[in-house]
């Protein structure tokens, strides 16, 4: 595609994001569906600058506003041509910058290779960071000195993760198939399924991906099953399972034994999961489709349950590196909500296990106020309901298999993983055995 045609689908699916009406993978998804001409390549350059501009927008709008607007055009094509040229520049996209530089005219040129020059460390504190205040705010309170590191990671592309299907794989062995196929791969720090891969590979038309082997997941969201710990024979709920990556990886663990309960809100997300259940060779998953927390579906299966997995709706802040919209699209009004939302379903949740049975409460936030706050509202509200949760050291679980588990763990026994600190998605964690 000539550099000008690219440059104009790159300025239309910006200005197609920058009103955060809808998830950017819905959006850039939608985009590629009217445009089916766009081969992998000008997708791949489609999808990264303008990710890009999602990533750096304080940035970019003020480098944009540098020059003589009139001139430039309209700001989505401003935005377009910084992020696409940025992306090029850092290596996130093929080809060279002469390239770009053939889609602009000379005033043009002569005004981005200007900005491009431009150092944010020069500039103000939200050029730097490129969060709204109220979340950068949240966050300084959070991590203190550690701010800057942790905005300068949130503003990085997540590497490529997956999990080794356990259930009938080895991670040695498909990290020497990878290897054979060309892949850079190489073990996770901290996961005993994980293997981070460089780049972003095309894995559907891969023999390991097609016969189950692999799941791309984020290796802290692969630590999740680990402190479920579910066992042989043990009926198991993952509670807000989404397309199913966590279910996935419990079904593993529970050696395709027992039953494992995969409930959501959402019918369309759980329908996601099947493909996924026929490559991983899981017979023990149950798909359940509820309308919400107190559905009487859940009410059946009441003290019955060994084990609950709750990854809560939730910010989703622990996630800014491969969803850098959320940051734009969440208002500081919806958090009461969505802690509301975290209490309710992680007591109706607890309600469902026998005595002895173990609950973790999960979520992909950074923030206190739907972790560490609610864990404590929970097992507050819980023991009200006259279930009593016991605390459990999330150490415990991790020990025997994470060398260095220490690292993860809060001085209260929580899991907390940062971006900038253990190099995965945000996560937090809290385990609990109900009192037998």
Known sequence: MHPTALLDQIAQLVAELL?????????????????????????SVLAESAYLVLRRRLWLEH????????ALGAMPRRLALLGWAMATRDGLVPGA??????????????WLQAALAMNPADGLAPHRHNLPDWIAQALIAEVGADFDALAASLLQTAPLDLRVNALNAKRDEVLAELHAAGLQAQASRWSPWG???????????????TRGAIEVQDEGSQ???????????????????????????????????????????????LDALKPRLARSGLSNVHPVAIAHERDDRIKRLSGKIDRVLVDAPCSGLGTLRRNPDLKWRLRPAEMAELVALQQA??????????????????????????????????????????????ALPAADALGPHIANAAELVTE?????????????????????QRAA
């Open 19 to 43: 009103p955060f009406e809808h998830p950017a993978d819905a959006v850039v998804a939608r985009h590629f569906r009217h445009h089916k001409q766009l081969g992998p390549r000008e997708r």
């Open 63 to 70: 480098l944009a506003r540098s020059g003589d607007g009139r």
């Open 97 to 110: 910058l002469d390239f770009v530089l053939g889609a602009v005219k000379p005033h043009e040129r002569t």
């Open 195 to 209: 293997l981070r891969l460089q780049g972003k590979p095309v894995l559907n038309k891969l023999a390991a991906f």
């Open 223 to 269: 630590l999740l099953a680990l402190l479920l710990a579910p066992k042989r024979g043990e009926m198991v709920v993952d509670f807000c399972a989404g397309a199913g990556g966590k279910t996935l990886a419990l079904g593993a663990l529970m050696r395709n034994t027992g039953r494992l309960y995969a409930m959501d809100v959402s019918a369309h997300r």
């Open 345 to 390: 379903i992680a007591v109706s949740a607890a309600r469902l296990l026998k005595p002895g049975g173990r609950l973790v409460y999960a979520t992909c936030s950074l923030l206190q106020a739907e972790n560490e706050a609610v864990a404590q509202a929970v097992q507050a509200a819980c023991a009200q309901a006259g279930v009593t949760l016991h």
């Open 412 to 432: 209260a026994g929580h899991l907390r993983l940062w971006p900038h600190r253990h190099a995965t998605d945000g996560f937090f964690a809290a385990v609990w």
